[in-house]
C-alpha cells in the first residue's frame, strides 16, 4: 500500500505544482451527486483493506477504496451494521466516496447521521501531507474535530485516506406496519409518536400510506405494534420496501429530476407542484419536480426553516446546493484554502 500512497502524493503535488484540478473518485456510484465533476481522475480504490475491526469495540477502520459491500458483509458476520444505512447504488461503491458523500438511509433519524458515526479519519491535503484525526474510540477530544467535517465534504478538502467508524449491534427484532392517511394527517403522527418512547426506526409516507418500522427488544416492538396498530407487513416485504428507499430502487426515484428537502420534522405540509416522499418523521422530502422550479422551491424550503438540494438532473446549471448564507460562505471559503491552498480538489461540486 506504501507505493500506491507514494503514487497519490506525486500526482496531487504535481497537480498542485500546475495548478490542475483533480476530480477524486473511487467507484464513480455517485458521480452524478453535487455538481458536475471536473479533472484528471484520482482512482482511490487501489488503496482498499480494512485496517482494524474489533467488534467488541464496535469500531471498523478501512482505507478509502474498501467497498462498501465488503465492509457490510464483514460487519453482518459479527450480527453487526452501519447504523446510518448508506445507500447502496452499486457494488462499486467504496467507504471512501460513502463518508465523502455522507448519505444516510432511512434509519437516519433514530440512529444518527454518518457524521454522527466518524471517529477519526486520515487525510491527505494538497501538499500531499499525510494527516491525522481523531481516533477510533468513542470519546476523543484531541484537537478540532475535523473528521467529521471530511463527512459530506465532497473530496473538496482533501483526499480521504482512511476512516474509523463507529458500528451498532443488528436489532433483536424488526416489525414494519402500514397506515393509510393524508399527508398532514401522517406529519402529525410522526410527531406525536416523535414524542413517545416508541422504537420507530424509520418511517415513510407516500401516496397515502403512512409506513413504519419498528426496531429493538422484542417486547419493546411488540408493545408498540399493540399501541400503534395498523396493518402488520410481513418481514420479507417490509426488508425489500426499506432497501428499496435505502438504495433509491423504490419506483418514486425514477424520476428525471428529484429535489431533496431538509426541513424541521415539525413543518407542516409544503404546497409544490410535484409528487412527494416523506422520510425521517418528516425531516426529509423528496420532490419530483423540474430544476426550472428552483426559486419557488428554494424560497418555500428556505421559509419554512430548511434548504432544498437539486439531488439528481440533466441539468443542474441552478447549482446542487442551496445556496449559503455570507457568513457560512466566507467560512466554507477559509476551510477550502487551509486545507487545498491551489484548489486542485474537486474544484466546484459544492459550490
Known amino acids: 500500500m506504501q507505493a500506491i500512497l507514494e503514487q497519490f502524493q506525486a500526482q496531487i503535488r504535481a497537480a498542485t505544482a500546475a495548478k490542475t484540478p483533480l476530480c477524486l473518485r473511487g467507484g464513480g456510484s455517485k458521480d452524478w451527486y453535487g455538481n458536475a465533476p471536473q479533472g484528471a481522475i484520482l482512482d482511490t480504490r487501489g488503496y482498499t483493506g480494512v485496517v482494524a475491526y474489533e467488534p467488541t469495540e464496535l469500531v471498523i477502520t478501512a482505507r478509502c477504496g474498501t467497498p462498501l459491500a465488503e465492509i457490510e458483509a464483514l460487519l453482518a458476520r459479527h450480527n453487526q451494521m452501519l447504523a446510518f444505512e448508506p445507500p447502496r447504488y ?124 419498528l426496531s429493538g427488544a422484542g417486547a419493546a416492538v411488540e408493545a408498540a405494534q399493540r399501541k400503534l396498530g395498523g396493518t402488520a407487513l410481513p418481514d420479507a416485504e417490509a426488508d425489500a420496501y426499506w432497501d428499496s428507499l435505502r438504495d433509491q430502487t423504490h419506483d418514486f426515484f425514477a424520476c428525471a429530476s428529484l429535489w431533496r428537502l431538509s426541513l424541521p420534522p415539525q413543518a407542516s405540509a409544503i404546497i409544490l407542484n410535484g409528487k412527494q416522499l416523506i422520510e425521517w418523521g418528516g425531516a426529509q422530502r423528496w420532490l419530483a419536480a423540474d430544476a426550472g422550479a ?8 428556505a421559509a419554512a426553516g430548511g434548504h432544498a438540494t437539486l439531488f439528481r438532473a440533466a441539468d443542474k446549471s441552478v447549482g446542487a446546493f442551496h445556496p449559503l448564507a455570507p457568513a457560512l460562505a466566507r467560512i466554507n471559503q477559509r476551510l477550502y484554502q487551509e486545507f487545498d491552498p491551489a484548489g486542485i480538489f474537486n474544484p466546484g461540486r459544492m459550490y
Open 90 to 213: 452499486s457494488a462499486d461503491s467504496t467507504i471512501g466516496g460513502v463518508v465523502a458523500c455522507a448519505l444516510s438511509g432511512p434509519r437516519r433519524a433514530s440512529a444518527g447521521a454518518l457524521r454522527d458515526f466518524v471517529l477519526g479519519a486520515v487525510l491527505m491535503n494538497g501538499q500531499g501531507e499525510v494527516l491525522r484525526f481523531g481516533g477510533q474510540v468513542m470519546k476523543n477530544v484531541a484537537g478540532y474535530d475535523v473528521s467529521r467535517l471530511l463527512a459530506g465534504s465532497l473530496g473538496a478538502l482533501g483526499l480521504i485516506m482512511e476512516v474509523s467508524l463507529k458500528v451498532l449491534p443488528l436489532p433483536v427484532r424488526e416489525a414494519s406496519l402500514r397506515f393509510e392517511m393524508g399527508e398532514i394527517e401522517a406529519l402529525a403522527s410522526l410527531n406525536d409518536w416523535a414524542g413517545q418512547p416508541l422504537p420507530i426506526s424509520a418511517s415513510c409516507w407516500h401516496r397515502g400510506v403512512l409506513s413504519l418500522r
Open 294 to 301: 428552483a426559486p419557488q422551491i428554494r424560497a418555500s424550503v
